[in-house]
């Protein structure tokens, strides 16, 4: 199954969401004005939302996720990737690498990631 598009916006309503699931969604109004200034229309309409497209759900006024962090990160680095590197990782990672300095743990992270996928 693909994961769903979560955009910015709702994407740092979900960090509130993942961080406090599950959670009341009078609960998570509170923290979405306390946190992103939403008002409570603006956090309901983004609750429906991103219940309609599969991201979360919202049952008896309990708001809890359908998709991980993992997962949310995964779909957008994936769609960074494909839509600005024409799909190529080693791109991605050359152009990062080169506005970034990595550490050497970094690099061993790196390594040690290739390695794994190599062996299995």
Same mark, same amino acid.
């Given at each position: 199954?693909?994961?769903? !598009? ?5 994407? *740092?309503?979900?960090? $509130?969401?993942?961080?406090? &699931?599950?959670? =009341?969604?009078?609960?998570? /109004?509170?923290? =979405? !004005?306390? *946190? ?5 229309? @603006? @956090?309901?309409? /983004?609750? *429906? ?5 599969? /991201?979360? !759900?919202?049952?008896?006024? $309990? ?13 957008? %680095? &994936? ?13 991605? $990672? ?8 990595? @550490? *050497?743990?970094? /690099?061993?992270?790196?390594?040690? %990631? $290739? ?6």
């Amino acid at each position: 199954m693909e994961t769903p !598009k979560i955009f910015e916006s709702e994407y *740092r309503f979900c960090l $509130i969401l993942w961080e406090n &699931e599950p959670i =009341c969604s009078t609960a998570l /109004v509170a923290l =979405c !004005k306390e *946190r992103l200034g939403w008002s409570k229309a @603006t @956090t309901y309409t /983004v609750i *429906r939302r991103l219940a309609e497209r599969g /991201v979360l !759900k919202n049952e008896n006024t $309990i708001v809890t996720s359908l998709i991980s962090k993992e997962q949310a990160q995964e779909s957008q %680095l &994936e769609e960074l990737v494909e839509k600005t590197f024409e799909g190529s990782l080693p791109a991605f $990672i050359a152009a990062f690498s080169r506005s970034k300095k990595l @550490t *050497r743990q970094e /690099v061993d992270q790196l390594q040690a %990631l $290739i390695d794994s996928y190599e062996e299995g």
